[in-house]
């Protein structure tokens, strides 16, 4: 990293550490106006400031609390001022701000950089996953004005039955039938839908009917939860575009 990008980044957390510190102090007072701007912190205090820095620096800043709350499916940036989720079906607005524009960019670039990803005005979008298997896509300038649109989707980590399915009218039982008796014929099954149609979850199930003895190929843009299975994604060209391996390249 050059000298400017270290000062850049240097000046973001200084920025994000002052709003830190200040809304500390405005909390003080407001539980006890003597203590004017002196900033106290009890231990619980004392590890989400932490907790705090060590998002600024390795992930995505702010928005990285949002991501640990598990109820949480979708964390959508819609620029510094302006963080949105998804929970239970329903968008929500957050409290959760960057300090500009760079901020957002800079979180962008923390995560998308070590797996070899350009983010700038020459490569502006990037769609990669993130460390639990989350998928990130990124929008920056020239194509947005507004700084980087970032949106995260997560994946459940709660595995579900056939019966859970069934109980929720997701699958009826003659296609249960029909499912399980092409895993079990070795027919090839092509999992497809929009976005929050269930594909990951019905790809769960139906791996749940392969024997734990035998190897299993999963091209898609997750990862296969059940061991032994072989996760094979497409995966963006990264720099100097290199590494390119497009969703129906493992297919074909």
């Known amino acids: 990293m ?55 620096f390795t992930g995505l800043g702010p928005a990285e609390r949002l991501l640990r709350a598990p109820d949480v499916t979708d964390v959508m940036i ?36 070590p797996q070899g990803l350009r983010f700038d005005r020459a490569h502006p979008t990037v769609d990669t996953r993130l460390a639990d298997g989350s998928r990130l896509h990124a929008v920056g300038a020239p194509l947005t004005s507004a700084g980087p649109l970032v949106t995260v989707r997560r994946f459940a980590t709660v595995a579900h039955s056939w019966d859970d ?18 895993v079990a014929d ?3 099954i092509v999992c497809c839908g929009r976005t929050g149609t269930g594909k990951t979850t019905l790809l769960g199930v139906l791996l749940s ?15 296969a939860r059940r061991a032994g299975a072989l996760g094979y994604p497409g995966h963006n060209a990264g720099v100097p ?12």
Request: glycine share 10%.
């Open 2 to 56: 050059g000298a400017r990008g270290l000062s850049r980044r240097l000046a973001v957390a200084r920025r994000a550490l002052s709003g830190w510190r200040q809304r500390g102090a405005d909390r003080a007072e407001e539980r006890d106006p003597s203590l004017g701007e002196q900033l106290l912190l009890d231990d619980r205090g004392l590890a989400a400031v932490v907790r705090d820095v060590t998002d600024l």
């Open 78 to 113: 819609n620029g510094p001022g302006e963080v949105w989720i998804e929970r239970a079906g329903r968008l929500e607005r957050t409290d959760v701000t960057y300090p500009d524009a760079d901020a957002v960019r800079a979180a962008v670039l923390r995560v998308v950089g």
């Open 165 to 182: 399915l069934e109980a929720g009218d997701a699958v009826p039982p003659v296609a249960r039938r029909l499912l399980t008796e092409a």
């Open 186 to 188: 070795r027919r090839a």
């Open 209 to 223: 009917e392969v024997s734990a003895a035998e190897r299993v190929v999963v091209a898609a843009n997750h990862r």
């Open 241 to 252: 575009a290199a590494g390119l391996c497009r969703d129906r390249g493992p297919v074909a």
